[in-house]
């Protein structure tokens, strides 16, 4: 079956989007690792299927690369909104919202020559209890069970992160894939280790499902909230968070009550490609 699809980036974090909003039909996890397979397939590190939604103008559902699917990614929004103004009719919308598995977020567009060219996002409360993270209190600060001296701290971004202070940035490529099946994780966990800087933050992710990336916009976000609940960054302002990939600006609100997240979205290509039958 023939499927036009569209190849965007967020800081070199690269996905497909598929928008299947006139079908409503979703995409299995063969097919998700297919597309994402970078010698078999288009290659990404993940899929975003746009679907009908009664509660906003689209529902993201993200595919990540192991065809496992998370509840919500913030590169990967930033680029569903720009594919969704960009093939909008007129006139242009400089705000819209979009339902993902962690509520709808609202997201406000600043267009150049291009179209849509940055993206900011209300990514809602970070959390320090969810379901989604270890037992039923705060693990903040904590040392993790079989890794003597790693101290993180749990939060949620409606995707769970463990958010490491001060580890070697070189460590992500391999006590990360450890650190995301911990069992304290009822589904595995993101990843952040962080240096803090005079003029921010900088941020290596080992992503759940996808590995090492270029960026992770939750996760960045996981590490800003993290520090400010530490007292180590201050609330309610805008901080600088250096990814492999470039920089986002992240605001947390006092008591972690709202997050806000700005960064770039790039179209790469489109094009019209045939899945193959088994998918």
Known sequence: MNERLFKYHGLG????????????????????????????????????????????????????????????????????????????????????????????????????????????????????????LPDKVPFVAQELPGFPGVRGTAVSMGNPHLVLLDRPLEEAGTLGPELEKSPLFPARTNVEFVRQDADGLTVVVWERGCGLTRACGTGACAAVAACVHLGRLAPDAWHRARLPGGLLAIRVAAGLSEVRLRGPATLVFEAVVGLPAAH
């Open 13 to 132: 974090n690269d996905f497909v989007v598929m928008d299947r909003r006139a079908s409503g039909e979703d995409i299995g996890p063969a097919t998700a690792r297919w597309l994402c397979d970078r010698r078999l397939g288009v290659g990404a590190d993940g899929v975003l299927v746009l679907l009908p939604s009664d509660r906003a103008v689209a529902r993201m559902v993200v595919h990540n690369a192991d065809g496992s699917i998370a509840e919500m990614c913030g590169n990967g929004l930033r680029c569903a909104v720009k594919y969704l103004v960009d093939h909008a009719p007129a006139p242009r919308a400089h705000h819209i919202a979009v339902e993902t598995g962690a509520g709808v977020l609202g997201c406000n567009v600043v267009y150049g020559p291009s179209g849509a060219e940055e993206v900011e996002v209300s990514m809602g409360p970070a959390r320090l209890v969810d379901a989604n």
